[in-house]
């Protein structure tokens, strides 16, 4: 019963952030991220661009550009990749395994957050991966 009353007070305290970095119109049913005390919880992110489209170019290209959507979920809600700790990636095809760990590296200047990976068919759009992230945040920090 004390376990159930601590769980409903941290909900209480969820800070719930609409996705800022989408075309007008696209009406997305989730957030961009959720914050609960000190943690980030950031919604998975593909390879899309500004217009919402994936960004041309293959695995290299679309790992690029939301390992950038990521970096821009962060700076706006208070954290950065050193505060990442765990991250599951999602590649719909496990042999861009090479090519998107080469790009996600350049991205953790200091140590790996905890990962787990998998292949999976159907991603959003088409996308060749998708990447979900959880990350340490200041508990003061606001949504700007």
């Given at each position: 019963?004390?376990?159930f009353?601590?769980h409903?007070?941290?909900?209480?305290?969820?800070?719930?952030?609409?996705?800022?970095?989408?075309?007008?119109?696209?009406?997305?049913?989730?957030?961009?991220?959720v914050?609960?005390?000190?943690?980030?919880?950031?919604s998975?992110?593909i390879?899309?661009?500004?217009?919402?489209?994936?960004v041309?170019?293959?695995?290299?290209?679309?790992?690029?550009?939301?390992?950038?959507?990521?970096?821009g979920?962060?700076?706006r809600?208070?954290?950065s990749?050193?505060?990442?700790?765990?991250?599951?990636?999602?590649?719909?095809?496990?042999?861009?395994?090479?090519?998107?760990?080469?790009?996600?590296?350049?991205y953790?200047?200091?140590?790996f957050?905890?990962?787990?990976?998998?292949?999976?068919?159907?991603?959003?759009?088409?996308?060749?991966a998708?990447?979900?992230?959880?990350?340490?945040?200041?508990?003061?920090?606001?949504?700007?």
């Amino acid at each position: 019963m004390l376990a159930f009353a601590g769980h409903a007070s941290a909900a209480d305290d969820a800070e719930y952030f609409p996705v800022t970095h989408a075309p007008p119109g696209m009406n997305l049913p989730f957030s961009e991220a959720v914050r609960v005390g000190g943690m980030l919880y950031l919604s998975g992110e593909i390879g899309t661009g500004a217009d919402g489209k994936l960004v041309a170019g293959g695995i290299a290209a679309e790992a690029k550009q939301l390992m950038d959507n990521i970096g821009g979920t962060l700076a706006r809600h208070g954290s950065s990749w050193d505060r990442i700790v765990q991250c599951t990636v999602a590649l719909a095809d496990i042999k861009d395994w090479p090519a998107f760990n080469e790009v996600y590296r350049g991205y953790f200047k200091q140590h790996f957050p905890a990962r787990m990976a998998y292949a999976a068919s159907g991603l959003a759009l088409g996308a060749r991966a998708e990447v979900q992230c959880n990350a340490l945040v200041d508990r003061a920090a606001r949504h700007h």
